[in-house]
C-alpha cells in the first residue's frame, strides 16, 4: 500500500499524537499566547471558500499590529494589498480560518484557529490605526483553538540564521516574473523602482 485512505492507516504508520501536544492546545488565548500576538510583526492567514478552494496570505505590521480584545477575541486589520480580496471574499462564504503568528528570532509560533467576521465599526478600526491609515474593515477573530508550535520546522529550515538569506539579486526581479507570468515583451519598472512604489503604498 502507498496510498493512504483512512486515519486508522495514517496513525498505524504514526503512532498516537505525543500527550504534551494535545495538552497543551487551549481554547482561548492565555497569557502567553497574548505575549506572542503582542510581539508579532507577521501572520499568515488561511482561508477557504465554500467550494474549499484554499489560499493563504501575509498579514503584517509593526509588532502588534494585531489587537486583542479579550482571549477570545483578536482583530487583524486589513492593509491594502492588490484588491483581489481572495482571503476576504472567502471568510465572507466560510468564516473559518487559520492563523500562523511568527516571531523574528524566535523558532515556536503560534496557531490560532476560529471564526470570522468582517467589520467596519469605527471604533475597532481606530483601535488598529496605525501612523499612516485608518483600515478600511478588520478581520474579528473568534478563538477556538490556540497552541504554540514546536520550534522544528524553522530549526530545519534556518529561517532567521542570516547565513540563510539569499542575495536578492541572485533571484529574478519581480519585474522578470512578471513579464513571463503575463507575457509581456519588457520589463516595466526594475526591482529598485518597485519597491520604491511598494513603500508610497504600505
Not at 496557531?111 to 470570522?116: L, W
Amino acid at each position: 500500500m502507498t496510498t493512504l485512505t483512512s486515519l486508522d492507516q495514517l496513525r498505524a504508520y504514526y503512532g498516537p499524537a505525543k500527550t504534551r501536544s494535545v495538552q497543551k492546545q487551549l481554547a482561548y488565548l492565555d497569557p502567553h499566547c497574548q505575549h506572542f500576538i503582542q510581539r508579532s510583526p507577521l501572520l499568515l492567514l488561511a482561508s477557504s471558500n465554500q467550494a474549499g478552494w484554499l489560499d493563504t496570505s501575509p498579514r503584517g505590521g509593526a509588532p502588534g499590529f494585531c489587537k486583542i480584545l479579550d482571549q477570545q477575541r483578536l482583530l487583524i486589520p486589513d492593509a491594502p494589498g492588490n484588491n483581489r480580496l481572495d482571503s476576504l471574499a472567502n471568510l465572507l462564504e466560510n468564516p473559518r480560518l487559520g492563523l500562523l503568528f511568527l516571531l523574528p528570532g524566535v523558532d515556536e509560533t503560534l496557531r490560532v484557529n476560529g471564526r470570522a467576521s468582517l467589520d467596519t465599526r469605527m471604533e475597532w478600526r481606530e483601535l488598529c490605526q496605525d501612523e499612516r491609515r485608518l483600515p478600511k474593515l478588520v478581520i474579528c477573530v473568534e478563538v477556538e483553538e490556540a497552541y504554540i508550535h514546536c520550534a522544528k520546522a524553522l530549526m530545519r529550515a534556518k529561517l532567521w540564521d542570516p547565513g540563510s538569506q539569499i542575495e536578492r539579486s541572485s533571484f529574478p526581479s519581480m519585474g522578470e516574473i512578471m513579464r513571463d507570468h503575463i507575457g509581456e515583451q519588457e520589463i516595466q519598472e526594475s526591482q529598485a523602482q518597485m519597491l520604491a512604489r511598494y513603500q508610497q503604498e504600505l
